[in-house]
């Protein structure tokens, strides 16, 4: 019986659907696409100021999945493996710029100080002339960019969202499809696991 998509369930899960896609149905992946490539896109444009390569990764993503079908493991998170190489294409695609960017990262404490003012990002300014703060800053992003490397994906990948990316605790619970109460839980893991890996303070 062929599989058409005005007949497959909505209330499919994910990873079934992959599955299904995975076994010859490719209703299915289309289907996938049409539930992620709003998230997908999304998550690229809150980083990366540039339409036409936020619609090339976009396709990369989808690309890569399909690529990568038959290593998929049905008992992991379909939501965050593509949001992990979504991720990975984005830093890709840092890495190869060759212009120097600016590179921001939120302080790793409470939302709001004891005063209650919000906690600010840390910045590393581009355009100094003095070539040991140059090298410091290479030198500490190349150190938080192994760092973020060595997490756990599950606890990663919302990390990213929140400190790198700025997306709020709704957002990033709508985005890998897990409860607020559990992106929150997985944040402070992750920061502890961040204060841990990271060989110097930020």
Do not use: C
Not at 3 to 23: G, I
Not at 56 to 64: E, M
């Amino acid at each position: 019986m062929n599989t058409t998509l005005d007949r497959l369930d909505l209330d499919v899960s994910d990873e079934q659907l992959f599955q299904r896609y995975t076994d010859g149905d490719e209703a299915s992946f289309r289907l996938l696409v049409g539930r992620y490539q709003p998230r997908i896109q999304g998550f690229l444009r809150k980083r990366l100021h540039d339409e036409e390569r936020v619609q090339d990764l976009t396709q990369d993503t989808f690309l890569r999945i399909h690529r990568a079908r038959d290593s998929y493991d049905p008992s992991r998170k379909f939501s965050t493996w593509i949001h992990t190489i979504a991720n990975n294409l984005l830093k890709n695609e840092f890495r190869n710029r060759s212009r120097r960017r600016e590179t921001a990262f939120s302080e790793l404490r409470p939302e709001a100080s004891a005063s209650g003012a919000p906690a600010r990002p840390l910045e590393f300014p581009s355009g100094g002339a003095d070539p040991e703060r140059e090298a410091y800053r290479s030198e500490l992003r190349e150190a938080i960019d192994v760092a973020i490397d060595r997490m756990d994906a599950h606890h990663r990948i919302p990390f990213v969202m929140r400190e790198v990316d700025d997306f709020t605790y709704e957002e990033i619970a709508e985005q890998i499809g897990i409860p607020v109460g559990t992106v929150k839980s997985r944040l402070n893991r992750a920061r502890n696991s961040f204060r841990t890996l990271l060989p110097v303070p930020v």
